[in-house]
Every structure is written in C-alpha cells, then in structure tokens.
C-alpha cells in the first residue's frame, strides 16, 4: 500500500537509487522505491546502456519526443537523449530546434525537416506565423513568403501581408 519497491535477498534495499526493470517495464527509484511522480530526464543506465532516459511518472517511455531536467530541453530518440542529433523535434508543445541533442531557444530563423522549411523564433517553429521573412534557405538569401510557418517554396502569385501586396515565384518574394 506504501508503493513499489526494490527487494534484495527478501529485504528493501533503502538505499538503492537507479533503474530497474520488472515485467512493466524500465522504473526510476530513489531510497529503495519507485518515483510515480517523477517526471524527467534521468542520467543512468537502462537495458545495460548509460544514458539521459526520458522518466515519465516513474517509467522510462521508450518513445521520440522533446523532455526536459533542470540541465534544458532535450531531443529523446527511443526513450534517451540523443546527443549527437540536430534539426527539429516534436513534443506536445510544438516543433523545436535542436543542436546536438539540446533545444536552443535563441534561435532565429529557418530550419528544414522532412515535411519541408519552417521559420522559428525563441527556438520553435511558429505555426500561426505567416509573413514576409529576409532570410537564408539553401545558401540563398531572400525575402522568403512564410504561411502557417512554412515557406512556400512551390507558391507562386500574389499575396497581401500586412496591407502591402507581395508577388511571390517559388516562395521567393520577386
């Protein structure tokens, strides 16, 4: 009734702190039981691997998101930060920018992922963001036609942002 615990030879071993795995799957304890509450990036080892593992109510989730430690935000990929990975990644909170494995929220402008180029500031993408935007994609600089956050590389026409009229070809601003 007191919670799970970490039994040795019969007895709870109080001093243990790590992880440990059952047939529910990888636990985060401190003193001997399981944190349910402890929702982090844990530095440890998990299936005989050192790593940050992301520990959600007590578990590690073996899944891709953006978590966060008292250190920053973090890119997981299957459950641990992902040290070496830069681009964008995705929580709950939107899409983020990363540089090798950690969020940078002083990050202004264009990123690329698989679903094409995006505009960021403060770090993530702005998805309600839709403008005119001077900036660099591919080597190139230009003003840029940004709708939803994304540049519209395959946009060409007219556009009116913010009362002026823009003629845009291939997302470029002509």
């Not at 005119?132 to 709708?147: A, L, M, P, R, S």
């Amino acid at each position: 009734s007191s919670g799970w615990w970490r039994i040795e030879d019969g007895h709870v071993n109080f001093d243990y702190q790590g992880f440990v795995e059952n047939e529910e799957g990888w636990w985060y304890l401190e003193g001997g039981h399981i944190l349910f509450d402890r929702t982090e990036v844990i530095e440890g080892k998990v299936e005989g691997e050192e790593g940050w593992w992301n520990v959600v109510g007590g578990v590690v989730e073996f899944t891709d998101t953006v978590a966060q430690n008292e250190s920053g935000w973090w890119c997981i990929r299957g459950g641990k930060v992902d040290f070496g990975y830069t681009g964008l990644a995705a929580n709950s909170s939107g899409w983020w920018r990363i540089e090798d494995g950690h969020v940078n929220f002083d990050y202004q402008g264009f990123a690329e992922n698989e679903h094409g180029w995006w505009y960021l500031e403060g770090g993530h993408v702005l998805f309600d963001k839709t403008d005119i935007i001077q900036g660099i994609i591919d080597g190139k600089e230009h003003q840029w036609y940004v709708k939803g956050g994304n540049v519209q590389l395959t946009y060409t026409g007219t556009v009116m942002i913010h009362g002026s009229l823009y003629h845009i070809k291939n997302g470029i601003v002509e």
